[in-house]
T-cell receptor, first 107, second 121 residues
């Protein structure tokens, strides 16, 4: 199975900061990667699919990049409501796999 | 709007069986693949299984292959997960989720709110 490794596992940043979360795949997955946000006690929600494409209704401060084995999720200007855990998911091959998650705390 | 409502959670003994259901509404269920994902308390997300829109293709995580079975009833807009020989470490919230691509299998877009299963004697 393809392994996804996210970094950092946790981070703390202030409102207005720019933050980047990285997801590294154990093998080439092309652009078959998505990002999800999960707030405490809630179901995950899709932010970005196919590496770059913003899901409808997601604020433009979220962006995705990368290809092959290295991918990023960037939040350009943090807002308090961005406090959550973020996961990457590869849909290149079965079984699908998630990264271990990145817990983002807003100072 | 897309709605996915899981049911069937509860307490099951180790080695026991349980069947989860997911009622879908707000979209044409019969043209979308559907997934199951779980999350142990305080842990990350684990993808479990997917079934194509027509039921002809199914794929499973290695951890559940041979014990869990995904199925669907397009006439009732429902998805199911039959879970056998359950283990204590499978205590988790189980999510039903829709695939983004209609007619194929791709990313997960919409999620239900989840149902908690506790495996304990």
């Amino acid at each position: 199975a393809i392994q996804l490794t996210q970094s950092p596992s946790s981070l703390s940043a202030s409102v207005g900061d720019r933050v980047t979360i990285t997801c590294r795949a154990s093998q080439d997955i092309g652009s078959d990667l998505g990002w999800y946000q999960q707030r405490p006690g809630k179901a995950p929600s899709l932010l970005i699919y196919s590496t770059y494409t913003l899901q409808n209704g997601v604020p433009s401060r979220f962006s995705g990049g990368g290809s092959g084995t290295d991918f990023t999720l960037t939040i350009s200007s943090l807002r308090p409501e961005d406090s959550a855990t973020y996961y990457c998911l590869q849909d290149r091959s079965y079984p699908y796999t998630f990264g271990q998650g990145t817990n983002l705390e807003i100072k | 709007q897309v709605q996915l409502v899981e049911s069937g959670g509860g307490v099951v003994q180790p080695g026991g069986s349980l069947r989860l259901s997911c009622a879908a509404s707000g979209f044409t269920f019969s043209i979308y693949a559907m997934h199951w994902v779980r999350q142990a308390p305080g842990k990350g997300l684990e993808w479990l299984a997917v079934m194509s829109y027509d039921g002809r293709q199914t794929y499973y995580a290695d951890s559940v292959k041979g014990r869990f079975t995904i199925s669907r009833d397009n006439s009732k807009n429902s998805l199911f997960l039959q879970m056998n020989r359950m283990r204590v470490e499978e205590t988790a919230v189980y999510y039903c989720a829709r695939d983004r691509a209609h007619g194929g299998i791709g990313e997960i877009d919409y999620w239900g709110q989840g149902t908690l299963i506790t495996v304990s004697s």
